[in-house]
């Protein structure tokens, strides 16, 4: 059963924007914190926003004030919009949920994790 399904990603250059979107089952929604991680090619899977359950978000130094995380709690679903984009944005993002009713400070340690998404592919060319 797929209980983090995202769609968005694709391909602009550098100075673009994108906007990904992560929907979770009720369940998970409410008793969960997500957010986003991204693995770049050769690199490491890394935070890069996340949000509680009281809309409190926090982001990477590398994407803070380019990207936003926000949500929508009719649709169950997170939104995250990448403005500005740079190469070196380039990766697979995952949606990611750690259970936790109250905030997200442990979401940021990927074996914390309980779901991840699909994934999606996000290039940015220069």
């Known amino acids: ?13 550098s100075g673009g924007s ?10 998970t929604y409410n008793t969960h914190c997500m957010g986003w991680f991204r693995q770049g090619p050769g690199k490491e899977r890394e935070g890069v926003a996340a949000i509680d ?8 130094g590398s994407v803070n004030g380019r990207f936003t995380i926000s949500q929508d709690s009719a649709k169950n679903t997170v939104y995250l919009q990448m403005n500005d984009l ?3 944005d380039t990766a ?3 949606c990611a949920a750690e259970k ?3 905030d997200c400070k442990s979401f940021w340690m990927t074996k914390k994790i309980d779901l991840w ?4 592919l996000v290039t940015v060319s220069s």
């Open 53 to 60: 359950r009281r809309g409190r978000s926090n982001y990477s």
């Open 1 to 13: 059963q797929v209980q983090l399904v995202e769609s968005g990603g694709g391909s602009v250059q």
């Open 18 to 27: 994108l906007n990904l979107s992560c929907e979770a089952s009720r369940d």
């Open 117 to 120: 998404g699909q994934g999606t």
């Open 100 to 102: 936790d009713l109250y």
């Open 86 to 88: 740079k190469p070196e």
């Open 92 to 94: 697979m993002y995952y």
